[in-house]
């Protein structure tokens, strides 16, 4: 019971904050329009390019691009919504309610998953916002998802939520001002789609850089959005008589395949590689919750 | 009376800063017990022990007999008061009793009824569903103090409850607080900065550079450590002058100062024409404080 109340007090406070639930709504369509606006042709181009002389129709090209513009928007989505989610946390310290935690007969862990939960959900529930309007700019722009793609778009979705989650409550543990978590969302934002293989292919990276990118968990997400967003339209290319080289060639230029140190990385791999990197990080937040509490008392 | 503090030997080192060095105090169960010091004294330090958020380098601190190994126990018993406002601002005062009280396991029917008990107390009603950063100080300070009686405390610690609130509101907070204390039985631990406030106090610990250099009720720290004052009203200065002793002009009124009460009555028998309209009071507990420390409280 404990545990439930401090994830709806967490939660209401979020969106109490009219300014800080506006801007995470707002930030993933922002997003999205300045990646249809100024990437949405690059891709199509990039797809035409990889085709060579297959013809293809517009509209796959279109549901392909839109599915790399909606996986990408996704992936960094799920990581920056949930630094700005984390400002309760952060805005506890700040104004002294920490210490009115501290003084409750509440376990530490307990604090630490509370905040960690409320964050979860909020960010789920602004991704899933997303991830809907997502699918809507796919429909328009040419479906070809199976139901399991959306299916699994949504699990890929929620794993991902939970390792941004886990990954913004370490790093805003250590915040103890609005400037810091400020400078830390615009870092975040900036670098991670980059680093993820959001903002551009893994693929199209030197290859040394390629292989220190599949060592972070963050890749395996963005990875498996990108084949359960675009493989629909890669298989109906092939269905229209592509050869199985050139779909291949088209699957690994766009991150759809993934490769660690040259070995192909099977799904379930990546689905293993992010849940363990989710339970790792979450167990690594509540220790540091902890220990910054018992460090506390003896400092 | 059963001792409901009992500090002994208690040391808290920052480095080489003795913030807490060797106090030893009790204080006993339903005593309104009074610590003062300037910023720095070691007041803070000593509550945050209390209250387990910071740990002692040494000696013991017992709240109702139960030491800190059973800290979850001790938590129950207190209820703290910040000196600011820890409340959730964006939320409503329901929500605020609502949050607060799940910590210490008041959920339900248990809730609802304690909140009639506050809400008739505090007089609650009229607020209830209004954010708290819609209210006023002192309104929120009202609700602070709320807070920290959901779960029926015996100890209250109140750590300068009434800084920056008007004198009508101040008045209205020790009511409250001085009619529980003799409802509840309730100990109640005060820092402050209005002397007057410590006056009041059943005993009186003064701190300064972590270290305890007064320890008594009021009256015996305004007859150890200050004389008594006569004030004459309607005399003339050219009578005082035949006292011999030095005196002050305050407004239309002289006063001096004299040892004691028997110095005092050994004047108006000496001199009963002077003693014709005067009235001889103790010293304030300002002058206790400027006469232990050497430095007056600032306000």
């Known amino acids: 019971m404990k545990l439930y109340m401090l994830v709806r007090r967490n939660i209401k406070l979020f969106f109490k904050d009219k300014s800080l639930c506006i801007s995470a709504l707002i930030a993933p369509l922002i997003l999205l329009f300045l990646f249809i606006a100024f990437l949405g042709n690059v891709y199509k181009d990039s797809l035409r390019s990889s085709l060579g002389e297959f013809p293809v129709s517009d509209t796959l090209v279109n549901g392909f691009a839109a599915g790399w513009l909606i996986s990408s928007l996704i992936a960094v989505c799920a990581v920056s919504i949930a630094f700005t989610a984390n400002l309760t946390m952060v805005q506890d310290k700040i104004m002294g309610r ?17 905040y960690y939960l409320s964050t979860a959900i909020v960010t789920a529930l602004v991704s899933y916002i997303a991830l809907f309007a997502g699918f809507i700019y796919i429909a328009i722009a040419g479906w070809n998802l199976s139901v399991s793609d959306v299916l699994l778009t949504v699990l890929d979705t929620f794993l991902l939520v939970l390792f941004g989650t886990a990954l913004s409550s370490i790093v805003c543990r250590f915040l103890k001002s609005q400037g810091g978590i400020t400078a830390v969302e615009v870092v975040v934002s900036a670098a991670y789609g980059f680093l993820c293989g959001a903002y551009m292919p893994i693929s199209s990276l030197a290859k040394g850089l390629q292989d220190v990118l599949t060592f972070l968990p963050g890749t395996y997400g963005t990875s498996l959005l990108h084949e359960h967003l675009m493989g629909g339209a890669i298989d109906a290319i092939g269905a229209d008589g592509a050869p199985a080289e050139l779909l291949k060639g088209v699957r690994d230029g766009f991150d759809c395949n993934l490769y660690f140190f040259d070995h192909a990385v099977p799904e379930w791999v990546s689905y293993l590689v992010l849940s363990l990197t989710v339970l790792a990080l979450v167990g690594v937040f509540v220790a540091i919750c902890i220990l910054a509490a018992k460090k506390h008392k003896k400092k | 009376m059963q001792n409901a503090i009992e500090i002994e030997h208690l040391k808290k080192y920052y480095g080489e800063v003795k913030a807490v060095d060797d106090i030893s105090f009790t204080v006993k169960q339903g005593e309104f017990f009074a610590f003062l010091g300037v910023n720095g004294a070691g007041k803070s330090t000593t509550i945050s022990i209390l209250c387990g958020k910071e740990q002692s380098d040494g000696g013991t601190v017992r709240i109702e007999g139960l030491g800190q190994e059973n800290l ?86 109140l750590d300068e409850p009434t800084t920056g609130l008007d004198p009508q509101t101040r008045k209205s907070v020790w009511e409250i607080v001085h009619r529980l204390r003799k409802e509840r039985n309730m100990t109640v631990f005060l820092t402050t900065h209005y002397m007057e406030e410590a006056a009041d106090a059943d005993n009186v610990v003064i701190i300064d550079s972590g270290k305890i250099l007064a320890n008594a ?4 720290l305004k007859n150890r450590y200050t004389g008594d004052f006569i004030t004459f009203y309607n005399a003339e200065e050219e009578e005082l002058k035949a006292l011999g002793m030095p005196y002050e002009k305050v407004g239309k ?17 000496k001199y009963p024409k002077i003693f014709r309209d005067f009235e001889i009071t103790k010293g304030k507990m300002d002058d206790v404080f400027l006469a232990v420390t050497g430095r007056r409280l600032e306000q």
Request: hydrophobic fraction near 40%.
């Open chain 2, 253 to 269: 009124t002289y006063r001096i100062e004299v040892a004691n009460t028997e110095k005092a009555t050994e004047l108006v028998l």
């Open chain 2, 217 to 220: 009720t009021p009256l015996e």
């Open chain 2, 72 to 157: 979850d126990e001790v938590k129950k018993r207190l209820g703290v008061v910040f000196q600011d406002c820890v409340l959730d601002r964006p939320l409503s005062v329901y929500d605020n009793l609502r949050y607060r009280a799940a910590l210490y396991g008041i959920t339900g029917q248990a809730f609802e009824e304690t909140l009639k008990e506050l809400c008739a107390l505090f007089d609650l009603t009229p607020i209830l569903k209004r954010p708290v950063d819609k209210l006023s100080g002192g309104q929120r300070r009202r609700i602070d103090i709320a807070r920290a009686l959901l779960h029926r405390p015996n100890i209250l610690i």
């Open chain 1, 98 to 114: 920490a210490n009115d935690l501290a003084v409750a007969p509440v376990k530490n862990s307990t604090l630490a998953l509370g």
